[in-house]
């Protein structure tokens, strides 16, 4: 079995306490242990296919188990890195969109007090209850909703949060404006949130991947999904105002790409009532699932964060950071590594621009 071992010395970008980052490696060593031995009875344990093919692929080979515990051990080193060890079991810490929940797995591993794991999807959800059985870690709260479902639960369970982390949500959230407000409801003054996501908008080299992706989701390789969404706005507009003419139908589905379903509706009135046809242009061929708004990979901008007006207006200071680079499992590679992670130390901003998943990072 690896033991985890970070040559935090050499890692840019990762959080400067040194013994909660000690605490992090065993945390890791022992889990991913835990995560081998499991990993042939997740359907037994009543997973379900989602999230056993998710788990197989982040988690099933000792190099993607490895990169993977090392990137979440990145985002806690940096959102608990002014509390000491002993102050862990006092705080509560949110994973908001914890998915399979293996970031929260690790937070309830190094003894923070109150682990909250929150999410939209039912399935996700259950999903990672019965990983936290499995692994015999303390079970904390499960919230299941959106944004002001988590608030709404927060309140009622007198729960306020020290941290706020998580990965690849930020890229998925429908309204970011509304994410930000009902979040920082459930944080406390001087709190923090250390948030990544590797849907790096200035990351060329999978650009196009993302491009490919957004293309495949609206159904515009040909291969007539129903699913797809420009044929599920299609159908929520005629749906909705079933007097619409075919071309209409699709003008309106064109227009409204990026939409969920209460927007769309709202699009179709408007046209009904003044014949403007009201046009939402994501940008970088972003798309959007119309029946909940999550984002397929929204690449944007930094500035969308860094720039918000309510996100500065709630917060005392917003900053992104490139992720460090740490693989021992490939060493012929090394080299390259250490290069990387030499240039991020001195270049911040053309880090950020190669880095494999930026972090936003707020405190309040």
Known sequence: MPEYKFPFEDLPYFGCNVSLNKLLAVACTNLEESLRKIAPRLSDLGMSPYSQRYMDVVFGRPFRRHYNLTKYSHILSHALES?????????????????????????????????????????????????????????????????????????????????????????????LRQYFIDLHAATKSGGRWFMGSGANFYLESERQTFHNLHAQSEGELGDGNPSAYANVRA???????????????????????GWRREDIERAVDIYLSSGHLVRYCPAENNTADPRNGNWAEHTVPFEVYTDSPVLNALSKSIEMLPAPLWNPF?????????????VAKGDRENALRLSPYYCLDVRF
């Open 83 to 175: 509390y000491h060890p002993a102050q862990l079991s006092e705080l509560t810490v949110v994973d908001y969109g914890g998915g399979h929940g293996v970031l929260s797995l690790i937070a309830r591993k190094i003894g923070v007090g109150t682990v909250v794991h929150s999410e939209i999807f039912p399935t996700s959800s259950q999903d990672a209850q019965i990983l936290v059985r499995a692994v015999g870690a303390k079970p904390g709260p499960f919230f299941l909703g959106d944004t002001h479902d988590f608030r709404r639960e927060m309140d009622a369970a007198k729960l306020k949060a020290d941290v706020i982390v998580n990965y690849d949500v930020l890229e998925h959230v429908y309204n």
């Open 330 to 342: 490939i060493m012929d590679d090394a080299e390259g590594m250490a290069h990387w992670n030499k």
């Open 235 to 257: 159908q929520i507009v005629r749906e909705y105002a079933p007097s619409l003419l075919p071309a209409e139908v699709r003008d309106l589905a064109i227009a409204t790409r």
